[in-house]
């Protein structure tokens, strides 16, 4: 992955699971997931207006908005049954809030495999993580002002 692509928020996520032992790094994902920002009014009893992520087996559903001066906010639904995929929704969500269009375009499409949980979650997992990075990242080009 290339460093000079990653945001500043989601390089600090990163260094914050790469800092743990590997054993440690699934409570910190679970922590992220009782983080999963709340949705805005506008999108409560919405679900049109979010889109599925397949590649999850968790109903996880994303929707980015992209304001006039170009800031994108991430938002996403996740069960709390399915902590790991809601914890991957929250870094995401987290990490893509505030940062501008061309910042999450440029986003590297193998930062789910950055931050150091290829070997204590399933491949399913991350692919379910990068399937929300990638949708995010159409959306954004979608919606973008410029």
């Known amino acids: ?38 949705v805005p009014a506008e999108y409560e009893n919405h679900p049109e207006l979010y889109e599925r992520v397949a590649e999850c087996q968790s109903p996880v559903f994303i929707v980015v908005d992209v304001s006039d001066d170009d800031v994108v906010a991430m938002h996403a639904t996740a ?7 809601r914890g991957f929704a929250s870094i995401l969500a987290q990490g893509i809030t505030g940062l501008t269009a061309d910042e999450v375009i440029a986003i590297p499409a193998d930062f789910p495999q ?8 399933s491949p399913l997992r991350i692919s379910g993580m990068t399937g929300m990075l990638m949708r995010a990242k159409r959306q954004v080009l979608a919606k973008r002002v410029g």
């Open 114 to 121: 950055s931050i150091g949980l290829t070997k204590v979650v």
């Open 79 to 85: 069960p709390a049954e399915a902590p790991t995929t």
């Open 1 to 38: 992955m290339t460093d000079a692509a990653l945001p500043e928020s989601l390089a600090a996520i990163r260094d914050e699971f790469l800092e743990l032992p590997e054993s440690d790094r699934l409570q910190l994902l679970l922590e992220y997931s009782q983080e999963l920002p709340a």
